[in-house]
T-cell receptor
Framework: GDSVTQMEGPVTLSEEACLTINCTYTATGYPSLFWYVQYPGEGLQLLLKATKADDKGSNKGFEATYRKETTSFHLEKGSVQVSDSAVYFC????????????FGQGTELSVKP | EAGVVQSPRYKIIEKKQPVAFWCNPI?????LYWYLQNLGQGPELLIR????????DSQLPKDRFSAERLKGVDSTLKIQPAELGDSAVYLC???????????????FGPGTRLTVL
């Protein structure tokens, strides 16, 4: 079945450092790919998405490109801030499976001043 | 616009007791989801509703879990009796109907953290 694998955390960075969180997937058909973020004490929020190969999703300085050839959707940011500290989830949604989201296990990011 | 509302936010019960969680989706969202999130894991779908119909409940442990979405708006998820392994966060999400071209973004509530002692 469909699945998502993320790099394990926690990831600890200094402010203004570059961030990459790796995400790879296995899926049939043509899924949409998502990054959700969960700040402490809050619910999951959509950070960005891409619906087809070579699409780039971007939001709040974060970017991820849908790479069908490598089945990847890595999250990147050029300069992280303390306020980016959160847990990040990669997910895929397959319309032919009713649109349910399949999540990776999450990667905790901690940014130090 | 109000987001997905869930209550309670926290619940502590003893094993074998019943418990219920409530969810109010975003107005106009026909599709409602209940997810289970264990500590250190990503959410996993328990059940999906389209309006009042449960269209995917394959992952719902039906011996102890039940859910309903009367009138196609609010939903309740129940566990009876609760077991120690049910301690987790229960998330509710909603989205527009995919078939109506609403896109595939799901909006999540803050979750209910259940602790079973």
């Amino acid at each position: 079945g469909d699945s998502v694998t993320q790099m394990e955390g926690p990831v600890t960075l200094s402010e203004e450092a570059c961030l990459t969180i790796n995400c790879t997937y296995t899926a049939t058909g043509y899924p949409s790919l998502f990054w959700y973020v969960q700040y402490p004490g809050e619910g999951l929020q959509l950070l960005l998405k891409a619906t087809k190969a070579d699409d780039k999703g971007s939001n709040k300085g974060f970017e991820a490109t849908y790479r069908k050839e490598t089945t990847s959707f890595h999250l990147e940011k050029g300069s992280v801030q303390v306020s980016d500290s959160a847990v990040y989830f990669c997910a895929l949604g397959n319309y032919n499976q009713g649109g349910k989201l399949i999540f990776g296990q999450g990667t905790e990011l901690s940014v130090k001043p | 616009e109000a987001g997905v509302v869930q209550s309670p936010r926290y619940k502590i019960i003893e094993k074998k007791q019943p418990v219920a969680f409530w969810c109010n989706p975003i107005s106009g969202h026909n599709t409602l989801y209940w997810y289970l999130q264990n500590l250190g894991q990503g959410p996993e779908l328990l059940i999906r509703y389209e309006n009042e119909e449960a269209v995917d409940d394959s992952q719902l442990p039906k011996d102890r879990f039940s859910a309903e979405r009367l009138k196609g708006v609010d939903s309740t998820l129940k566990i009876q009796p609760a077991e120690l392994g049910d301690s987790a966060v229960y998330l509710c999400a909603s989205s527009l109907d995919l078939r109506q071209g609403g896109g595939d973004e799901q909006f999540f509530g803050p979750g209910t953290r259940l602790t079973v002692l």
